[in-house]
C-alpha cells in the first residue's frame, strides 16, 4: 500500500490465522485507532506471500468512493474487479457507512470470491447488523488504542514514572508519535478527533439535535472516571446546571456513546450471589488523551485515571470486566476469561495505613481462592501481602503474564 507504519502485532496474531478463510474479518473499533494501518500491514503480507494477489481496497472516508452508498453499490464495485485465476481480497475501510451493507457481505461471503475483511467504528451498528444477517460467518476482532508497552514503542521512548504519565495524559491514538508531546500540540489534534467521532458516529448517526447537552453529559462522564453514576443522577446533575433533561434521554445518549466507542460502560456485579445489577454502573474512556482534550489534565485526577488504564489493559487482553460489590464495600473489577476470575483494586498511591486496609481489605473479605492485585504508582512496594499482589502500574501494563495464574 505504499504506506509507512510500525506494525502491531498483538492485532496480527489475531487475524492471521483466519487469512485465507470463508469467515469474514471484522475490526472494529474507535476513530483514529490504527484500523486502516493493520488492513495495510496485512495487504503487505498477503502481497509478499503472494504477489499475484488482488487486492480491492475501499475507504469510505475518502472521497473517491463516495459513489459506493449501499449494498448493491458496494457489490456491483466489487464484482467488476474479480480477476479470475488468482485470490482475490476484498478490504473495506469504515463499512457502516454503506447503507445495508450486511446484504453486500452476505451476498459476496455466498460467492467464495473474496477473502474479506472490514473495519468499522460504530460497534452497535456492526455487532448488530452483522450478527442478525451473517450469524457464523464472521469473527470480530476489537482494536484499541496503543497500549503502555505500544506507546513506548512507537514513541521510542523507555518505561518510567515520567513516560507513564505522558501516556495517562496523551493517551494511545497512534498518530501522535508524528507529534511533539506538548499540550497545545497534541490537544489541538485530539479536539479534531473527539469532534469527527461526536459529529459522524453519535450526532449524524443518530440524528441529535442538542450538540450542546451531549457535550455536557460527555463532561459529566469524563468528570466521573471511576464513580458509579445512575441515569437519574446524571439528570439531576444536568438539571442543576440549568440543563433540562429526563433519565430516559441520558440511557439513550450513553448508548449512542458506547456504540461510538468513545466510552465503555462497565456494569455492577455482586460477587457472592453472581447478580448483575441494573442500575449504577461505571464508564472508562477508550483513550484518556480524548478525555483529556476535552475536560483538561489534571493531576489531582491520576487516581481515576489509573483505573481507567487498569480497565483498558483488561479490555485489550479480551477479559469480561464488572465492577465488583461485596455486601457495602466495592471491588473495582472483576475479571474474568476462560474459566479464570482476577479481583483487582486500583489506588494513586498507598499513603498511609488507612488507603492500605482500604484496598487490600476489600480483596481479603472475598471468600474464595482466585487471584487478587492491588496496582498503584508506589514506587517501593512490597510484591506480597497476605497472599495479595502489588504492582506497581508500569510493571503491571506491561507484563501480560502476571494475569495468567
Same mark, same amino acid.
Given at each position: 500500500?505504499?504506506?509507512?507504519?510500525?506494525?502491531?502485532?498483538?492485532?496480527?496474531?489475531?487475524?492471521?490465522?483466519?487469512?485465507?478463510?470463508?469467515?469474514?474479518?471484522?475490526?472494529?473499533?474507535?476513530?483514529?485507532?490504527?484500523?486502516?494501518?493493520?488492513?495495510?500491514?496485512?495487504?503487505?503480507?498477503?502481497?509478499?506471500?503472494?504477489?499475484?494477489?488482488? $487486492?480491492?481496497? $475501499?475507504?469510505?472516508?475518502?472521497?473517491?468512493? %463516495?459513489?459506493?452508498?449501499?449494498?448493491?453499490?458496494?457489490?456491483?464495485?466489487?464484482?467488476?474487479? #474479480?480477476?479470475?485465476?488468482?485470490?482475490?481480497?476484498?478490504?473495506?475501510?469504515?463499512?457502516?457507512? $454503506?447503507?445495508?451493507?450486511?446484504?453486500?457481505?452476505?451476498?459476496?461471503?455466498?460467492?467464495?470470491?473474496?477473502?474479506?475483511?472490514?473495519?468499522?467504528?460504530?460497534?452497535?451498528?456492526?455487532?448488530?447488523?452483522?450478527?442478525?444477517?451473517?450469524?457464523?460467518?464472521?469473527?470480530?476482532?476489537?482494536?484499541?488504542?496503543?497500549?503502555?508497552?505500544?506507546?513506548?514503542?512507537?514513541?521510542?521512548?523507555?518505561?518510567?514514572?515520567?513516560?507513564?504519565?505522558?501516556?495517562?495524559?496523551?493517551?494511545?491514538?497512534?498518530?501522535?508519535?508524528?507529534?511533539?508531546?506538548?499540550?497545545?500540540?497534541?490537544?489541538?489534534?485530539?479536539?479534531?478527533?473527539?469532534?469527527?467521532?461526536?459529529?459522524?458516529?453519535? !450526532?449524524?448517526?443518530?440524528?441529535?439535535?442538542?450538540?450542546?447537552?451531549? /457535550?455536557?453529559?460527555?463532561?459529566?462522564?469524563?468528570?466521573?472516571?471511576?464513580?458509579?453514576?445512575?441515569?437519574?443522577? #446524571?439528570?439531576?446533575?444536568?438539571?442543576?446546571?440549568?440543563?433540562?433533561?429526563?433519565? /430516559?434521554?441520558?440511557?439513550?445518549?450513553?448508548?449512542?456513546?458506547?456504540?461510538?466507542?468513545?466510552?465503555?460502560?462497565?456494569?455492577?456485579?455482586? $460477587?457472592?450471589?453472581?447478580?448483575?445489577?441494573?442500575?449504577?454502573?461505571?464508564?472508562?474512556?477508550?483513550?484518556?488523551?480524548?478525555?483529556?482534550?476535552? !475536560?483538561?489534565?489534571?493531576?489531582?485526577?491520576?487516581?481515576?485515571?489509573?483505573?481507567?488504564? !487498569?480497565?483498558?489493559?483488561?479490555?485489550?487482553?479480551?477479559?469480561?470486566?464488572? !465492577?465488583?460489590?461485596?455486601?457495602?464495600?466495592?471491588?473495582?473489577?472483576?475479571?474474568?476469561?476462560?474459566?479464570?476470575?482476577?479481583?483487582?483494586?486500583?489506588?494513586?498511591?498507598?499513603?498511609?495505613?488507612?488507603?492500605?486496609?482500604?484496598?487490600?481489605?476489600?480483596?481479603?473479605?472475598?471468600?474464595?481462592?482466585?487471584?487478587?492485585?492491588?496496582?498503584?504508582?508506589?514506587?517501593?512496594?512490597? %510484591?506480597?501481602?497476605?497472599?495479595?499482589?502489588?504492582?506497581?502500574?508500569?510493571?503491571?501494563?506491561?507484563?501480560?503474564?502476571?494475569?495468567?495464574?
Amino acid at each position: 500500500m505504499n504506506k509507512i507504519y510500525k506494525e502491531r502485532p498483538y492485532y496480527l496474531n489475531q487475524i492471521r490465522p483466519f487469512i485465507g478463510s470463508d469467515l469474514i474479518k471484522v475490526l472494529v473499533g474507535q476513530r483514529r485507532v490504527g484500523k486502516s494501518y493493520i488492513l495495510f500491514q496485512l495487504i503487505d503480507e498477503i502481497k509478499a506471500k503472494d504477489k499475484k494477489a488482488n $487486492i480491492v481496497y $475501499i475507504n469510505k472516508e475518502e472521497n473517491e468512493y %463516495d459513489a459506493i452508498v449501499n449494498y448493491h453499490d458496494l457489490i456491483v464495485y466489487a464484482e467488476k474487479r #474479480i480477476i479470475k485465476n488468482v485470490k482475490n481480497y476484498l478490504f473495506i475501510d469504515e463499512i457502516q457507512d $454503506i447503507e445495508n451493507f450486511e446484504k453486500a457481505l452476505r451476498h459476496l461471503a455466498a460467492k467464495k470470491v473474496f477473502d474479506l475483511y472490514c473495519t468499522g467504528s460504530n460497534a452497535r451498528l456492526l455487532s448488530s447488523e452483522i450478527a442478525t444477517g451473517l450469524s457464523g460467518r464472521y469473527i470480530e476482532i476489537p482494536i484499541h488504542p496503543l497500549s503502555y508497552q505500544e506507546f513506548l514503542q512507537f514513541h521510542a521512548i523507555s518505561s518510567g514514572e515520567e513516560n507513564c504519565l505522558k501516556y495517562i495524559r496523551y493517551g494511545g491514538l497512534p498518530f501522535l508519535a508524528n507529534l511533539e508531546l506538548r499540550d497545545e500540540v497534541v490537544y489541538g489534534y485530539l479536539q479534531s478527533i473527539y469532534n469527527t467521532i461526536v459529529l459522524k458516529d453519535v !450526532v449524524a448517526r443518530f440524528n441529535i439535535r442538542n450538540i450542546n447537552f451531549l /457535550n455536557r453529559l460527555l463532561e459529566y462522564v469524563a468528570d466521573n472516571i471511576g464513580s458509579l453514576v445512575s441515569a437519574k443522577r #446524571i439528570s439531576d446533575f444536568l438539571k442543576s446546571q440549568k440543563t433540562q433533561t429526563t433519565p /430516559n434521554k441520558i440511557l439513550d445518549y450513553l448508548s449512542y456513546l458506547c456504540s461510538s466507542g468513545i466510552v465503555r460502560k462497565v456494569n455492577r456485579a455482586d $460477587i457472592k450471589g453472581k447478580k448483575i445489577f441494573e442500575i449504577n454502573e461505571k464508564y472508562y474512556w477508550e483513550d484518556l488523551g480524548l478525555r483529556n482534550s476535552l !475536560v483538561g489534565y489534571k493531576a489531582t485526577e491520576i487516581g481515576q485515571m489509573l483505573e481507567n488504564l !487498569v480497565f483498558l489493559h483488561l479490555s485489550r487482553l479480551g477479559f469480561k470486566i464488572n !465492577v465488583g460489590q461485596l455486601d457495602n464495600k466495592e471491588i473495582d473489577f472483576v475479571a474474568e476469561k476462560e474459566g479464570r476470575k482476577i479481583y483487582i483494586q486500583v489506588a494513586y498511591l498507598i499513603s498511609d495505613k488507612a488507603v492500605k486496609d482500604r484496598e487490600f481489605g476489600n480483596l481479603l473479605d472475598i471468600p474464595d481462592n482466585y487471584q487478587k492485585i492491588v496496582v498503584s504508582m508506589d514506587k517501593l512496594i512490597g %510484591d506480597d501481602y497476605r497472599g495479595i499482589k502489588h504492582y506497581q502500574i508500569m510493571d503491571f501494563l506491561q507484563h501480560d503474564e502476571l494475569l495468567k495464574v
